[in-house]
């Protein structure tokens, strides 16, 4: 018999769960064996009947001021949006053996919060007309802590996604400087901490990172590196710091 048990999430099972994930996604109900990081999780208005409730789940994030510098926030409060959010249910959902969310409803305060009813299709019934979620950019680098110095006194620009921001060795002339990054993310893979750079530099507007340099501690990697954007979009939104 299995018992009810609110809990804290800490970490994803498979080899793509690079991160762990999170203390800003609560579970209560009751958790089943974890599926792989690649199972397909699917969302829907209401629980199936060929599904099993399992419990629910909440994720909350609270938006930090990226036109100021900021040091070690987690990459979900940096980004902190919907999408991300219910990336993280999703993350939560394979953790505790579920594969199907419902009643998916996220409100705005202070911050924003997300909640949904989770559950786990029965593998012998007839599938429901379901419709798999593909993962968000960086959805594995969630929990990594993301740190930003300002190389502007003033940073105005429109937030962009992720997945489009460039990843250069060199800036080009016609960029200017935003600030020094830096993500560090326990047991993750190079290549997602560096997805967790271009997520946050989308949150500033950049448009690319460059001169990425990476290093392993052991348990996972530190990257630091410059968000950088075009100079004529930036001119009447920024101007240098200086020294006193």
């Known amino acids: 018999m299995r018992l009810w048990a609110r809990v804290s999430l800490v ?34 208005s209401l629980l199936p009947r060929t599904a099993s409730p399992l419990g629910r789940l909440s994720a909350r994030c609270i938006p930090v001021d990226v036109h100021e510098g900021f040091s070690e926030q987690p990459l979900f409060n940096v980004d902190c949006t919907e999408s991300r959010l219910r990336s993280l249910l999703h993350q939560a959902a394979r953790d505790n053996g579920g594969d199907v969310l419902s009643e998916i409803g996220c409100h705005h305060d202070s911050g924003i919060s997300c909640e949904a009813r ?16 593909p993962p968000s950019f960086a959805e594995y680098a969630s929990d990594s ?25 060199l800036s080009s002339p016609s960029h200017i400087v935003l600030g020094e990054l830096e993500a560090t993310c326990s047991g993750c893979s190079e ?15 950049a448009s690319d990172v460059v001169g990425v340099r990476c290093a392993s501690d052991g348990r996972g990697y530190r990257c630091l590196g410059q968000a950088a954007a075009p100079q004529s979009e930036t001119a009447a939104c920024g101007v240098p710091v200086h020294d006193d």
């Open 11 to 44: 970490c994803l099972p498979g080899a793509l769960a690079a991160c762990s994930t999170t203390r800003a996604v609560t579970f209560e109900g009751r958790p089943q064996a974890g599926l792989s990081a690649q199972a397909e999780v699917f969302e829907t």
């Open 118 to 133: 989770l559950g786990r299709l029965d593998p012998e019934a007839r599938l429901p007309a379901l419709v798999a979620v």
């Open 145 to 169: 802590r993301v740190s930003f110095v300002p190389a502007l006194a003033r940073i105005s620009r429109d937030a962009r996604s992720g997945d489009s921001v460039g990843d250069r060795p």
């Open 191 to 205: 290549a997602l901490t560096r997805d967790a750079l271009r997520a946050a530099a989308g949150r500033l507007g």
